[in-house]
């Protein structure tokens, strides 16, 4: 068969329906957590406090899918296929179950990296089984509709958080999780392969996941720090925990990224940057429930499917910018980080002005935030397609693996950085309708700076492509 000649028909047919089914439910399955434990997050503060770490949820989980991602090549090769995705699927109901009957919000932190951790594992098997599952000819299709889970978690992740919370219910929400992960152990014993890969199983690198980790748990620490000088030694702590992960990593042949990934007045470095800063500059995205229930009084359900606006929008605009030609990318990538700062800049303007009516300023919000979506779409595709063509040959395969690295690990110093802003802006004291006001206003003014810098390296990028 032609690759050309496959078609949709072909992925769900001769056996490979409950294959695509499998793997397509433990993307979702991750994807649908992530938006639902941002809408429920609100009603859990209610219920059982600790507000001043609502950003360690995000945080904690996203390190843990790190860890696990990182970790599934060596597990797939040790257990087999099948095996090292039935792990993840109990490890994530592990998770679940201490998450819905947390008593307080330190256990629901626990219950958050075992969470992340199984998420992490099915996140990244569910992709790496694709080559092995699968023909080469239906790789692309079964890689776009895995893919593609993420947009049907953006509702119903809020949808599901949201009926529960509304009703007083929020530990139920993870309870429809179990459900969906008893259905997937079923099935995945009935359409995964056994067999063990029978080449070299790749080390575990247990130092570099420790130091990252260890950087992110340090900014999420001084972000509750009741005085300025605690904050700023965790801060030195965290980049010092940094430089030791990147001399490490220049030392190990065992990487985590590309070589050249972490010299920024490389071509590669520079994009790695770029999308680093793009993607903490969407982690406002964890406050926009909470800001809007306290501050417009939305309800969880309203206020979740704000929070997927930037999904959306990201979506949406790189499906319509994949296409540009080669000549246009250099001009796309930064008009996107530019939008990107009119959003922000948008949000934290219309947080201070009380002139306007509930009603434009809900429109308005939902403008912005979908123009942040917009913005990072516009250009994402063409930052992937540059890394790929920038690794040095014969890192193929870990620069494929370090889009998805990158991502998290930015997404975890977002939230960790969002955090330390919210709390040091009032959010807690001194809390409220004041307190949580005055922390949007930080948040979104002080993300803004993310894409401004972003725009500076892409010129740099530019200037650097063209010697």
Aim: glycine share 10%; aromatic share 10%.
């Amino acid at each position: 068969m032609n690759k050309n000649d496959t078609t949709w028909k072909h992925l769900f047919s001769n056996g490979n329906g409950l294959k695509t089914i499998t793997l397509a439910l433990g993307v979702m399955l991750h994807a649908t957590n992530v938006y639902l434990a941002t809408t429920i997050m609100p009603s859990i503060i209610k219920e059982i406090g600790g507000l001043e770490y609502y950003a360690w949820n995000t945080t904690i989980f996203i390190v843990a899918s790190v860890i696990g991602s990182v970790v599934s090549a060596n597990q797939m090769g040790k257990s087999g296929p099948r095996k090292a995705y039935q792990i993840g699927i109990l490890l994530f109901s592990i998770g679940v179950l201490v998450c819905s009957s947390a008593p307080t919000m330190y256990v629901l932190l626990a219950g958050r990296f075992i969470q992340g951790f199984g998420g992490g594992l099915l996140f990244a098997l569910s992709y790496a089984m694709i080559r092995l599952i699968f023909s080469e000819e239906l790789w692309s299709r079964a890689m776009a509709l895995v893919s593609g889970m993420w947009g049907i978690a953006a509702f119903s992740g809020p949808f599901i958080g949201g009926i529960f919370a509304e009703n007083g219910h929020w530990r139920m929400a993870f309870g429809v999780l179990l459900i969906f992960c008893i259905f997937l152990l079923i099935i995945s014993s009935r359409t995964l392969p056994k067999i063990k890969n029978q080449e070299r199983v790749s080390p575990i690198p247990y130092l570099k996941l420790a130091l990252l980790g260890l950087a992110a748990l340090t900014v999420s620490i001084s972000s509750i720090q009741k005085d300025i000088t605690g904050s700023l030694i965790g801060i030195c702590t965290a980049f010092f925990l940094l430089v030791l992960l990147v001399i490490s990593e220049k030392k190990s042949k065992n990487r985590l990224l590309p070589t050249g990934a972490y010299t920024i007045s490389t071509p590669l470095g520079t994009t790695y940057s770029i999308m680093a800063l793009l993607t903490i500059a969407t982690s406002i995205e964890i406050y926009v429930p909470y800001f809007a229930q306290i501050i417009d009084g939305l309800s969880p359900l309203q206020s979740g499917y704000l929070t997927v606006l930037i999904a959306i929008g990201w979506t949406l605009s790189s499906l319509l910018f994949s296409g540009l030609k080669e000549n246009r990318v250099n001009k796309v990538i930064p008009i996107g980080a530019f939008i990107m700062l009119l959003g922000l800049i948008g949000l934290c303007y219309f947080s201070v002005m009380a002139s306007q009516t509930f009603t434009i300023k809900l429109i308005l919000t939902c403008i912005f935030l979908l123009l942040i979506g917009i913005g990072i779409g516009m250009g994402w595709p063409h930052l992937l397609t540059k890394v790929f063509s920038l690794s040095p040959s014969g890192e193929e395969d870990l620069a494929s693996s370090s889009v998805t690295t990158v991502q998290l690990i930015a997404t975890s110093f977002g939230a960790a950085i969002a955090g330390l802003v919210t709390n040091f802006g009032g959010i807690t004291h001194p809390g409220g309708i004041i307190g949580t006001a005055q922390a949007s206003v930080y948040l979104y003014g002080s993300f803004a700076v993310a894409p401004l810098i972003a725009i500076i390296l892409c010129f740099l990028l530019k200037m650097n492509q063209s010697k």
